[in-house]
Structure formats: C-alpha cells, structure tokens
C-alpha cells in the first residue's frame, strides 16, 4: 500500500513536470497578449496546446476526443489539434502485462486462461484490450489499465483547468465551469472497472429487449478494479460499411440508434462516448457495445425536458421552451437568449421535425452545422456568454458523435418515426421507477 502511495506521488510529480511546463508557457504567452496587446498566433498556440498533450497516455487524451466533438467549447484551431492526437496510441509491452496481471489475478495469473495472448489486440487512452480463452473454450477480452492513472487524471484535470481558464480570457461565450466538473466525474468513474462491470450489467439489462444490440458478460473471477475481463464479441469496423448497399447502412444506422436512445427514454441512461471504438458490427448488422466507463444517468426531469423542448420547437410553444431550459438549470433566461437556445436546438432537432424519410441532414459535410454552431457562439458572446448544464457534455457529445456515424452511413431514415417510437407514452414518474429498479438490480447507486 505505501509503495502504491509512493508510486502515486511520483507519477503525479512526472505528470505535472512533464506538462506543467509547455502549459505554463502556453499561460504566460495567452496572458501577453490578453494584458500587453501582443499578438497571439492561434495556430502556433494550438499547435504548442498539442505538443504538450500528446505524448501523454490517460485522461486528457480522453478529454480530447469529447471537446472535439462539443461546438465552440474550444476555439476551432485548438479543435483541429486536439483531434491529431494519437487515440489508439501504441500499445504497452509484455513485462507491464506481466505486472499488471500478477498484481490483480496472483503469480499464478497465467495458469487460469488456457490461451493469453502476448500483443494487444487494441489501446486505447486508459488501457489495452489482450485476446483470451478460458479452460472452458470461452473467448475473452482483458482490458488492463495502464499504470499510474489516478495520479494522471488529478493532473490531467488541474492542467485542463488552466488550459479552460485561458481560453475564457479571450471567449467568454461558453462557461467551462460546469463542462470541467462533468468530465472530472465521468473521467474518475472510468477508472474503476468494477464500477464499469455493473455499468455493463446495466446496460445488458436495459437492452435485453434489443435483438439487434449485443453486450458482453463480465467475468467476476478475473477482474478486479483495474482488470476487466469480459466475453470477446466478434464484430467488424463500422466503418468498413460505408460503401455498403443503402438497406444495409439504414438498418447499421437504426440499431445504433436504438442502442444509444432506448436507454435514455426507458431509463434516463446514456452511453456518454460514441467513439468508433466502442462499438462494432455483427454479421447480421446488430451492434456490439463494447466499453462502459462513459455512462451518464440523468435526473427524470432532465429527460422530460427533453421531449418538453422538442414538442416546444414543433408547436413554437415559447412558454414550454423556457420551462425545458429552466428544467435543466439554465438562469438569466430572456427572450434573446431563448432565441438563441433555440437556434442550436432547432438545429439538433431538425431531423426529427419531419414525418418523412431524409438523412440526418442534407449536408454531408458537416459545414453546416458548424455555421450553426458559430452563428450561436457569436451571439453567445454578445448576449454575455452562457453556463451550460453539465448533463450536456454527454447529451451533445452522444447527439453529435451519432449524427457523425449517421452522415458516414448516408443513411436515409424517418428519424421522426424512429424518435417517436421511443418516446410514445413517456412518462416522468414511470422513467423514475424503471431507473431506480435498473440501478438496483446492478448495485449503482442513484
């Protein structure tokens, strides 16, 4: 225990040196130019923001892949560099497996697989997936953490904050203080792959009544909080879907769909990270889900607003409108920036407003939203900048990474029947009831 104590200091004392100081430059430049009038040079200091996140394993590479994707959190040069970092980095060797295996299963960690395979079958920002097989035939996945995570989040985090605090001094359209607390949270829950464990037993249970959406099985036995073995599910890239024929790319599109929103209105659950890792496809185009750290569970309320919002859009119903962004905590509100709300919502919303077959936007290549996005930061800006709800984080990062895989696929869907669908007959105080009883049953508390 002390020396994991002692292991702890260190690494965080290596994170800070390693990033405090590119940071600390990064500070005093921004700081030049907001208080001396100097010039700052946004690609170079984006291009410095980069160098010094990049050669780091952890958490703000995690970070990175969430604020790419949330519109005008960041400046769009610093978008365009956080989203070259390496997200499949390179995958940890044989002697730290051997550690970390030993440190969670015993010495004897080897004897309790028939087959483990030395080279990572994927890396990621937190951890590697190895291929396994049980005495039994079974097929598994190991996922082990990488060493040193706590101390990286406690720095990432601070160094985040810093990197928040800067870009507030130019831009204070978007207040990051809410933004900062949710990934605090969400990141420190990924840690704890017990934790995801029930996260996965949630989802298996919220979905069982999904034919076409799969979710491995943990493995008790063979994990611990920093090991997570589970089933080995065989899927393909969705990616490589592409090109294929229309039919099949609508029906990828609807089970990802399904996947990702039946939790929400059934529950008031959502898987917060639609990254093309974290799923695949199945022979038969039924989706494989395959991480579970990035989960948010909503208050009812937040989802009821959520429907209150669109019925407020579709009716042009002011008052109901309001009543939705008081419901998920926004103050200040006036008529101006309910218009301006609205402008960014009309937009998320857009392909549920028509009872038709369309795709998810006539566009495809994200240009408009993008206009969208820096038509409501202008006015963001204007009206005095805005705190965003932390819940949004996930919400906008699970709308906008689908909407991606949604253009990617070409698919054309009635995305208004399809919403429709989910939310036939929803009721707050019902969605209470099945998220209590979908959280006890897997030992979450509420």
């Known amino acids: 225990m002390a020396r994991d104590r002692v292991s702890d200091v260190t690494g965080r004392v290596r994170r800070y040196a390693k990033v ?9 430049r921004a700081a030049g130019a907001r208080y001396l009038g100097l010039d700052l040079d946004k690609e170079k200091h984006a291009g410095d923001l980069k160098a010094a996140l990049g050669g780091l394993k952890g958490p703000l590479m995690k970070v990175a892949q969430i604020l790419s994707t949330i519109p005008d959190v960041l400046p769009d040069e610093y978008v365009q560099e956080l ?16 550690r970390r295996m030993s440190a969670e299963l015993g010495a004897n960690w080897l004897t309790k697989f028939a087959l483990f395979e030395r080279e990572a079958a994927h890396a990621a920002s937190l951890g590697q997936v190895h291929r396994a097989t049980g005495h039994d035939g079974a097929a598994y ?6 060493p040193e995570m706590l101390s990286a989040v406690d720095a990432d985090l601070r160094q985040l904050r810093l990197a928040f605090s800067i870009f507030e001094r130019y831009d204070n359209a978007i ?14 829950e990924e840690l704890d792959y017990l934790r995801e464990a029930k996260h996965m037993a949630l989802y298996a249970q919220m979905l069982s009544g999904e034919p076409d959406v799969h979710v491995p099985k943990s493995v008790v036995e063979l994990s611990t909080d920093r090991l997570l073995t589970m089933t080995w599910l065989e899927g393909t890239p969705l990616m490589t879907f592409c090109d294929a024929p229309l039919e099949t790319r609508n029906t990828i599109a609807a089970n990802m769909f399904r996947a990702w929103y039946a939790p ?3 529950c008031g659950i959502i898987h917060g990270d639609p990254h093309l890792g974290n799923y695949s496809v199945r022979p038969d185009f039924g989706i494989n889900l395959l991480d579970f750290g990035c989960i948010r569970v909503f208050p009812p309320s937040f989802v009821g607003a959520v429907i209150d919002l669109y019925n407020a859009l579709r009716t042009d119903d002011h008052d109901l409108a309001v009543h939705a962004y008081e419901t998920w905590g926004f103050t200040g509100l006036n008529r101006e920036l309910i218009d301006v709300l609205n402008m960014w919502a009309g937009f998320i ?15 495809e ?21 805005v705190t965003p709800p932390r819940e949004f984080v996930l919400m906008d990062r699970a709308a906008i990474g689908l909407g991606s895989v949604f253009m990617h696929l070409r698919a054309e869907m009635n995305w208004s029947e399809l919403f429709q669908n989910l939310i036939q007959g929803f009721d707050v105080v019902e969605l209470t009831r099945r998220q209590s009883r979908a959280l006890d049953a897997v030992g979450l508390e509420h």
């Open 20 to 28: 405090g100081a590119s940071m600390g430059g990064l500070a005093a």
């Open 175 to 188: 207040s990051t203080k809410q933004i900062h607390a949710e990934l605090s949270d969400r990141l420190r």
């Open 264 to 266: 929400l209105y059934d």
């Open 349 to 363: 919303y857009a392909p549920l407003m028509e009872d038709k077959v369309q795709k998810i936007q006539e566009s």
């Open 83 to 98: 989203q070259q970092l390496q997200t499949n980095a390179p995958a940890m060797g044989w002697p730290f497996v051997k």
């Open 141 to 146: 996945a190991c996922k082990l953490q990488y």
């Open 365 to 385: 290549s994200g240009l408009y939203g993008a206009k969208i996005a820096n038509k409501v930061h202008v006015a963001l800006r204007e009206l005095g900048g």
